[in-house]
C-alpha cells in the first residue's frame, strides 16, 4: 500500500490516513452510521443526510455535476451537521486528564464528516470515484471465509495462488463474464484475459 498512488476509498480508519495519496470516504458507512442514529435515536437531522446523500449520489450517476450544485449540496450538508452539533451535547475537556475526550457516536460521526468533508463529497468531484467501497469490500470477502475455514495459508505462495485466482475470477465477474464457461476453457488450454481497463 505504501506505493499506492491513487484514490483510496476507506472506511476512515486513522492509519489509511498516514498513505501519501488522495482519499475518499464509503459512503455506504456513513448511511449505517446515520440510519443507526435516525432509527435508534430519532434523530431527524440523520434522517435528512441520509436523504442528501443518496439524493446526491442518484444525480451524479445521471450526470456529473456543476460546481454550483456541488457547492448548493455541500451548503445544506453543513446545514444538517450543525444542526446534529445542536441535538447532540460534546463531553467537555477534564482539567489534567490528558488525550481526547469520549465522545457519543453522533458525535464522532458528526466531527468526521465535517473534518473530512472534502473525501465525504470526492464521489460528486471526481467521476472515478464510486460512492462506496463495498465492490472492494466484497473483493476480500471469500479471503476472509477462507481464512475462518482453514485457519491460514500454508505458504507464502499458496496466499498469492489463491489472491491471483480470485482476483481474475473477480474481474471476470465485474466485466459481466461467464465464469463456469471462463474456467472450463481455461482447463481447455485457452486462458480468457479480462478487458483491460484505464
Not at 499506492?4 to 458507512?29: E, M, V
Not at 432509527?39 to 439524493?55: H, N, P, R, S
Not at 446534529?84 to 489534567?96: A, E, F, T, Y
Request: hydrophobic share 35%.
Amino acid at each position: 500500500m505504501s506505493q499506492f498512488k491513487g484514490i483510496l476509498i476507506h472506511d476512515g480508519w486513522s492509519p489509511y490516513r498516514t498513505l501519501n495519496c488522495q482519499h475518499g470516504l464509503c459512503n455506504a458507512h456513513h448511511l449505517r452510521e446515520l440510519t443507526y442514529l435516525y432509527e435508534e435515536f430519532k434523530q431527524d437531522w440523520a434522517g435528512e443526510m441520509i436523504e442528501l446523500l443518496v439524493y446526491a449520489n442518484n444525480q451524479v450517476k445521471k450526470c456529473p455535476l456543476s460546481p454550483e450544485q456541488v457547492a448548493h449540496l455541500r451548503g445544506v450538508f453543513d446545514t444538517l451537521l450543525e444542526v446534529g452539533d445542536l441535538m447532540n451535547q460534546r463531553n467537555p475537556s477534564v482539567q489534567g486528564k490528558r488525550g481526547r475526550v469520549k465522545q457519543s457516536k453522533a458525535i464522532n460521526l458528526i466531527d468526521r464528516l465535517r473534518i473530512y468533508s472534502e473525501d465525504v463529497w470526492r464521489f460528486a468531484t471526481n467521476p472515478l470515484v464510486p460512492f462506496t467501497n463495498n465492490i472492494a469490500e466484497q473483493a476480500i470477502r471469500m479471503p476472509k471465509v477462507k481464512q475462518k475455514i482453514s485457519g491460514c495459508f500454508r505458504t507464502q505462495k499458496g496466499a498469492d495462488v489463491f489472491c491471483t485466482i480470485r482476483s481474475y475470477l473477480a474481474t471476470l465477474h465485474k466485466q459481466g463474464a461467464n465464469l463456469f464457461r471462463s474456467l472450463v476453457k481455461t482447463f481447455q488450454g485457452f486462458v480468457p484475459q479480462p478487458a483491460a481497463t484505464g
